[in-house]
């Protein structure tokens, strides 16, 4: 890894307000990277909107052409890499996937098709199948969205094919920024602690049409568990950081505060199992 400064976007996302969200997205972008901002994370969903009954607009053909090419252009003008949530088509009449764009100044990294849906979306949309890692200066990352982080695998699975960094954009509604941001704590930390990798996180903000109300809550961890830079709040906000590489060598040179090299996978077989 290699140092990084990172950004994490606590932004209003209007359902169906696709041309609007672009431009809000395209302000904060402008504003993270004049702030010299290498990677910009945008919330779940927050090009398209979160709804789940109806669902949000799904893109797809010349509208997912076009959405992806006004990032595209974002992070070309910018030189940050982009990753910004929307619904995503799926093929013959399938369901749509919940999705993370992830594209950089050279053009598309890839995308991340959220893999574990809440009990409520899995009527709406359909799970994705795959955990990539992506890679930008000498840097990886992987991205768990929203409901996903509260599964220490995938969090471990990512670690392990080489991530560095967990970003972990949110759509979480209801309860205050600080209830919110205490919530996350209980288990993003963990995901950051136990992993030995820095995680980055930013939730929506603000009510919308959809009757959801999201309390605006960032938080940047180091792979000590320990908070890098927060924010909990009512309003659009930027949190900015430095993820050093010292930092990720420093526990993952430690013998002691380094655990996936001490694993047994031998012994966890029943971890494929569905519990009773």
């Not at 696709?18 to 994370?41: G, S, V």
């Not at 607009?57 to 990753?83: C, D, F, M, Y």
């Not at 009527?123 to 199948?129: D, E, F, K, L, V």
Request: a neutral charge; glycine letters at 8%.
């Amino acid at each position: 890894m290699e140092d990084l400064r990172v950004a994490a976007v606590c932004m209003h996302a209007v359902p169906q307000g696709i041309d609007q969200n672009l431009e809000r997205i395209e302000r904060f972008a402008r504003e993270a990277a004049a702030r010299k901002a290498d990677i910009i994370c945008f919330p779940e969903v927050a090009v398209t909107g979160y709804k789940v009954t109806p669902p949000t607009p799904t893109l797809q053909g010349k509208a997912w052409e076009k959405a992806v090419a006004r990032l595209s252009n974002i992070a070309r003008s910018t030189g940050a890499v982009i990753l910004a949530g929307l619904v995503e088509g799926a093929p013959q009449e399938q369901p749509p996937y919940i999705t993370q764009a992830v594209i950089a100044p050279g053009g598309v990294l890839g995308f991340y098709r959220k893999t574990h849906l809440s009990p409520p979306e899995k009527a709406t949309y359909q799970p994705g199948s795959e955990l990539p890692v992506f890679s930008f200066k000498d840097s990886s990352f992987g991205i768990q969205i929203c409901y996903e982080t509260h599964f220490p695998e995938i969090s471990t699975a990512l670690a392990l094919r080489g991530a560095e960094i967990l970003f972990m954009p949110h759509a979480s509604p209801r309860g205050t920024p600080e209830e919110k941001r205490n919530s996350w704590m209980r288990h993003l930390q963990a995901r950051a602690f136990d992993n030995g990798v820095f995680a980055v996180a930013c939730n929506q903000v603000g009510e919308t049409t959809g009757g959801l109300s999201y309390p605006g809550v960032a938080l940047i961890l180091g792979p000590d568990g320990h908070i890098v830079a927060e924010y909990a709040g009512r309003q659009e906000e930027i949190l900015i950081a430095d993820l050093k590489a010292d930092h990720l060598h420093a526990i993952r040179s430690h013998r002691m505060r380094y655990f996936l090299p001490n694993r047994r996978p031998d012994l966890y077989g029943s971890l494929s199992k569905t519990p009773h």
